[in-house]
């Protein structure tokens, strides 16, 4: 009852969501304001039918209404209530009916909030932002239709799940469900799909801005720069933190000793925060110099087609992968969409390229301008080398008719001296002038920090001879946090001298002052802190693996794990528990008791490997049960990582978005920056068409 | 076809041939470390589930496949000899990293191409903004416009509000 209620919601919201986009089409071509006001009283009404929708998802999920497909395929007895309100994402359909909503609930705000301030860009922004949500509402409602119920066709042994009664076929309502793949059944993939979609959805927003921009031929204007900051910000922040939490997960549930492991899945979720990062870097561009008009375009249009990409990848399994769990008919459908939306946008960009000349010149070849753009270069072409490298075997399997395999391998060789680059990019960068840089200077502001990283590369490499390659990465790293580190240092002791301000006091005004700024280093801060976890891992990672009997122990790294004993029961939610006890030693003191366990999820017959884990900043150790003896429980095989600096990966992730907070938190107008974003908006005026 | 058939002959053999050897040393009492095994199993990606490593896959099939790695390599079979056994049952799919030959060097011959001809056009670009910027010093954008087009404008844009 219910769900039928959700479903007539669904169908209401697509058609509000298709007229929202036809009228405010037609009202911003033809200058009507009557119908774009009706578009925008559209996307209201159809955020409150999608919101509907979800709800009644929501409470089918909770009260196991069995009859629906969907609810019988991801919810069950077993679990708890929030478990159930959380295979809301936990499955195709609802994911999609979710990414939908959120979509729909950016655009009600949008509309509600910026109504007056873009005027000319509006109708479009709803048309091209609402175009987007009627193509997620319309797979909802067609191809993956969260409330399609069972059927059991005569004669047919498999159920059928469809929305209407197919001919001679009965209801079908299961006992109980599949339950939530178990895999699923941890914070970081709860909190997982919620921050990519709105991540993902969030750079919509920047697209349809510029897309309007575009369509009105206002695109000589950056105000649509200026409009989508917080956007650009909001998505890229959700996005790091939906690609953190993903990693974190995938550390401690499965099972294989790593945080990322360049899945096809992964990958799709990386290209577009590859491209969004250069985005997000190289708009400072056109809003302090009126620059890289034309680049900025194109990054957002790429980083667009890579988001819908990216949920089609995910959601339909076409890459095939550990984490595809679900698989459908909705290939052609994106494949289609994708296609004419790329081209839509390209072949609008080419028709207003004169538009785009950039407001000002470069005078040297050494300047922020050109490093900006040498930094937008590496980020693209590691988006290429992984959207080639994602593709690969596809293409392979289609033109010679043998699959590859495109692996880690692969992925650390081509990217790796990329990353490094930006790594030194990102060490150089905040000391450059724009428009002309002499090198005497730049060398006489880098020489501290180039010098102590030179002197920690350099013992480093005294100490670890056996991996030349480590000491590169960390003089690289070292070198950009000390960069990083000598700018704060810089204006900490500017304000203390000039102001006679406490080092506390001149770091949080520092702070508060350039917000964008220091921000901007913050966030910095952070990645290089992950980087530091992924260089732990390239280089020097360790791991053993052997079987031991009771009492026995296994050695690796200084460090000694003492097998105790293996014990079984049944755990609450449908599994069987398998746990070994074992005693971490290091140079012959207990640090602790590890208890590595193998889950067996018997409806699903899903095996998951839970990890005992020995962290510290350092290093982990993180070991795994791996093998045992069925009869008597005597002997049991482990498996030992020990991996270093991964915490660091985490802390960076939270330092990140602590510096995306800091840079984006809206400031009172006074600091509103100066130079050309205002003159811009002085001639704006002064032409007739500002605020 | 004929390559085919001599291809499943020499692996039947060289199986059968594995079988014997470890039979043959079960008295000389070695046999592969896990480690030793792992070693090989990181650099294969298991034949039947997508992307997943051999080293760390968990299904009975790669548990099975691992037990073979530790046969071949009691009895003595060289690395190379085991991926390549691998490979030619299997496929090219089993390879984590992909070959430099042939169709698949493509995969990484691309990626060079592409940093290549992107440094280059970042070049251009930049020495472009140079040339321009020294042709156009004169040429500074007219924000000045005609003194009644500013003032219809402005009674314009009152009227709007």
Known sequence: ?691 | MRDKVSLSLTTILASLLAVATVQAQEGTGYTATDDEVNRIAKQLYCPVCPNTPLDVCETKACQDWRAQIRDQLTSGWTEDQIISYFVDQYGERVLAEPRRSGFTSLVWILPIIAVALGVTVAVQVVRGWRRESKAEVADEPAAELPAETVARLERELRELR
């Open chain 1, 1 to 691: 009852m219910i769900a039928d209620i959700g479903l007539i919601a669904l169908v209401l919201g697509f058609l509000l969501s298709g007229y929202a986009t036809a009228a405010s089409a037609y009202g911003g071509r033809r200058g009507r304001p009557l119908y774009v006001e009706s578009a925008r009283n559209a996307v209201l009404g159809a955020f409150g039918m999608l919101t509907l929708a979800v709800l009644s998802l929501v409470y089918s999920l909770v009260t196991l209404d069995f009859s629906r497909a969907y609810v019988a395929d991801v919810s069950s007895r077993a679990m708890s209530a929030f478990l159930r309100a959380t295979a809301l994402w936990g499955g195709q359909e609802g994911s999609i009916l979710f990414w939908a909503w959120i979509m729909v609930g950016f655009v009600a705000v949008v509309s509600l909030r910026k109504w007056d301030r873009d005027r000319e860009l509006m109708p479009w922004v709803i048309a091209v932002a609402m175009a987007t949500t009627t193509f997620f509402v319309g797979l909802s409602v067609f191809v993956s239709n969260p409330f399609a119920k069972l059927w059991l066709e005569q004669g047919a042994h498999e159920l059928t799940p469809a929305v209407f009664r197919p001919e001679n076929a009965v209801p079908y309502i299961p006992e109980d469900g599949q339950g939530l793949n178990p895999l699923l059944r941890h914070f970081g993939m709860i909190g997982h799909p919620p921050t990519t979609y709105v991540g993902f959805t969030g750079f919509v927003i920047p697209f349809a801005f510029a897309m309007a921009a575009l369509i009105t031929g206002r695109s000589s204007q950056d105000n649509w720069i200026q409009t989508t900051r917080r956007w650009t910000l909001l998505a890229w922040v959700f996005l790091s933190i939906g690609l953190i939490l993903g990693g974190r997960w995938a550390y401690d549930v499965l099972g294989w000793g790593g945080f990322w492991g360049w899945d096809p899945v992964e990958n799709a979720m990386l290209m577009p925060w590859l491209t969004g990062t250069a985005f997000v870097h190289s708009v400072m561009i056109q809003e302090k110099r009126g620059m890289l008009k034309v680049w900025n375009m194109i990054l957002i249009i790429l980083t667009y087609a890579l988001v819908i990409f990216g949920t089609f990848i995910t959601r339909t399994g076409l890459v095939s992968s550990v984490h595809a769990f679900a698989k459908s008919a909705l290939g052609p459908a994106f494949f289609v969409f994708i296609g004419v939306t790329f081209l839509a946008s390209m072949g609008l960009l080419f028709r207003r390229l004169d538009t785009l000349r950039a407001d000002h010149e470069l005078q040297g070849l050494l300047s922020r301008e050109s490093v900006f753009l040498l930094q937008n270069v590496l980020f693209l072409a590691i988006t290429f080398a992984v959207f080639w490298g994602t593709v690969f075997p596809m293409i392979s399997e289609l033109f010679t008719g043998t699959r590859i395999s495109v692996g880690p391998p692969y992925y650390r060789k081509v990217t790796g001296p990329l990353f490094a680059g930006l790594v030194l990019l990102m060490g150089i960068a905040p000391v450059l002038a724009w428009r002309r840089q002499s090198v005497r200077l730049l060398l006489r502001s880098l020489a501290p920090p180039l010098l102590l990283s030179l002197l920690a590369g350099g013992l480093w490499a005294f100490g670890h001879r056996q991996h030349p390659g480590s000491a590169l990465a960390l003089w690289l790293l070292s070198f950009a946090i000390l960069a990083v580190l000598f700018e704060f240092g810089k204006g900490m002791q500017a304000r203390m001298r000039s102001l006679g301000e406490s080092a506390m006091a001149a770091l949080s005004r520092l702070l508060a002052r350039n917000r964008r700024r220091y921000g901007g280093y913050l966030v910095h801060l952070g990645v290089v802190m992950i980087a530091l976890a992924f260089v732990g891992d390239a280089f020097f990672k360790q791991e053993t693996q052997g079987p031991l009997g009771q009492g026995e122990s296994l050695n690796l790294a200084g460090y000694s794990l003492r097998y105790e004993g293996l014990r079984q029961y049944d755990g609450s939610d449908g599994r069987e528990v398998l746990e070994a006890t074992t005693s971490l030693y290091k140079d012959g003191r207990l640090l602790r008791q590890l208890m590595p366990r193998q889950d067996y999820f018997v409806v699903q017959q899903q095996p998951m490997t839970v990890p005992g884990v020995y962290s510290t900043l350092g290093e982990d150790v993180y070991v795994l049960l791996v093998g045992w003896e069925e009869i008597g429980l005597q002997s049991a095989t482990f498996k030992i990582y020990v991996n270093p600096l991964i915490n660091w990966a985490w802390l960076g992730g939270a330092l990140l978005v602590l510096g995306t907070v800091v840079a984006a938190w809206p400031s009172s107008g006074a600091t509103a920056n100066a130079g050309y974003a205002l003159r811009t908006a002085k001639r704006a005026a002064a032409m007739g068409q500002g605020d």
